[in-house]
């Protein structure tokens, strides 16, 4: 039997056994979406000794959990994409990379007041905030319960919300509904975030399959938990893993099958910062060769919300001044965001677009301090003196800070001293260390505010600008700004570049004493504009493919990609690179085109439904490998 009669049958015993369709099983995705239990597993070893007369384990269908990789188990003897060395061998031990630069190549994120990191970027330019009341429907399950509801009408709620934590894809993944609606939206977002940073790296997630690539995630809050699980009665066992706080990490490596370390980490407020720490770690060392890292924080109960307003922690004005002398207290914020990074040597041999470098990372600890939750002038300065020791980075070259910068009349002061102490010897009053927070903007989002800094810092560098802090009313009384040598940016300001390129830290502290600060520069070395470009001659088409799970989303996304190339007329050949670094759902369609003018025209009759000249569409999966064309002979001629 060959491997393509083997995945044939396979396929008509899954949907026999499932009773879906034919055209609904497809060869690389888990058995197990199918709908098949480890019953249905151990039947279908017992049927495959039958058929192929060998004796198999009855957990081969979890070795080999597709029907690709289980065909090509059965007949060749290796799954496909499996290691091709021998059985007993181990692979050769990679070496110790000591140091080293670690490049961002992609990332994404959700913001309050923004959808998405180009809304983000234009918010923090404009020195807008995204701050506002509780969303309508926010919390709305708690409006039965008397006390919580009188408590939430007490107090002040007004925070930094994302637009829509309900909606989510779950088919995209591979997901039931009731899976889904038994999953954190922290989870869920986190699925679709890291999946936009993918493609922002242009790095396919199927590309990734069976790879050392490391997730490194920070969250704290699991409020979603406490509303699902509140009722044992009513609680399905998907809330298991739906709420779990481990399964943050784990279920994007589930998801996309990445096999490096599968890490969350909770230290509070820093913890998304400690999560990229150790992914850059980790890359150091060869655990991993590509990381996602970032994190996460929603606010899904209003219990913590409630709980710090009563304690006092809370601004009464309903926005964050840091640095400022009117500093009075947080907001709180959802926000996610994931980084994409890489190796700098890898990601340069790959061709991969780098945006940012982080050059450096360090963690602490407060130790025992002033109590629990208060903050350690002598750990910050350590953590920052660690930082830029490992980063090979002069203090005194830092251009700016995204700061903690909570709010704090008191914290923030103890936060700039450590900043002076050690990035203010040696300057000039004409070269300060700029500082800034993105918590003036869009509150604070405790676990993802780390990741939320670094995200405005390589935008930043991207557009060569420094966006202002806003909600500055005039210095911290605490604070001698000129003998430590700091300014907030209270306008939009050209990036200084006092070492000759763009140089900044990103500070994150956990309420619980765990410090990190993180060193970026902007990348110097071979662009895509340096290399050489294939020119499109007058004439010449390109291939655009779009596609989707389904043709409505196929259609949509054959519209979407009409509006961008008739709005901003991008070079299509760049378009077509980029499009073929891209996932491609079953869904399928290409679209020749040799001007913006006919691209547009094809792709909106793609949108349409209508199948043309120089358009190629299907809607079924391919079952079929690579195949070789033979033309006949005499079809190739001298002068041809």
Known sequence: MTVEELRGWLRTWVAQTTGLSAEEITDTKPLENFGLSSRDAVVLSGELENLLGIKLEPTVAYEYPTIAQLADRLVNGAAAGASQAGAGETAPAKPLIEGGDIAVIGYAGRFPGANNVAEFWDMLAEGRPGTGPLPVGRWSEYSADPVTSEKMEQQNTDGGYLEDIASFDAEFFGLSPLEAANMDPQQRILLEVAWEALEDAGVPANQLRGTATGVYMGSTNNDYGMLITADPAEMHPYAMTGTSSAIIANRLSYAFDLRGPSINVDTACSASLVAVNQAVKDLRVGAADVALAGGINILSAPHASIGFSELGVTSPTSAIHAFSDDADGIVRADAAGVLVLKRLADAERDGDTIAAVIKGSAVNSDGHSNGLTAPNPEAQVDV???????????????????????????????????????????????????????????????????????????????????????????????????????????????????????????????????????????????????????AVGEGQPVALPVSGLLPSRRAAAAAALADYIESEDPNLLSVARTLSHRNHGRSRAVVMASSSAEAVKRLRQVAEGTVSVGIAAADSPSVHGPVFMYSGFGSQHRKM
């Open 384 to 534: 920052l003196e660690r930082a830029y020791a490992d980063a090979g980075i002069r203090p005194q070259d830092v251009d700016y800070v995204e700061a903690h910068g909570t709010g704090t009349i008191l914290g923030d002061p103890i936060e700039a001293t450590a900043l002076g102490r050690v990035l203010g010897p040696g300057r000039q009053a004409a070269t300060p260390t700029l500082l800034g927070s993105a918590k003036t903007n869009i509150g604070h989002s405790e676990s993802a505010a780390g990741v939320v800094g670094l995200i405005k810092v390589i935008e930043g560098m991207r557009h060569g600008v420094i966006p202002p802090s806003i909600n500055y009313a005039g210095p911290n009384r605490y604070i001698d700004f000129d003998a430590e040598h700091l300014e907030v940016v209270e306008d939009p300001r050209e990036w200084p570049e006092y070492s000759g390129q763009k140089v900044a830290g990103v500070s994150g502290f956990g309420f619980g004493g765990t410090n990190a600060h993180v060193v970026l520069t902007d990348y110097r070395g071979l662009t895509h504009t340096d290399a050489p470009q294939v």
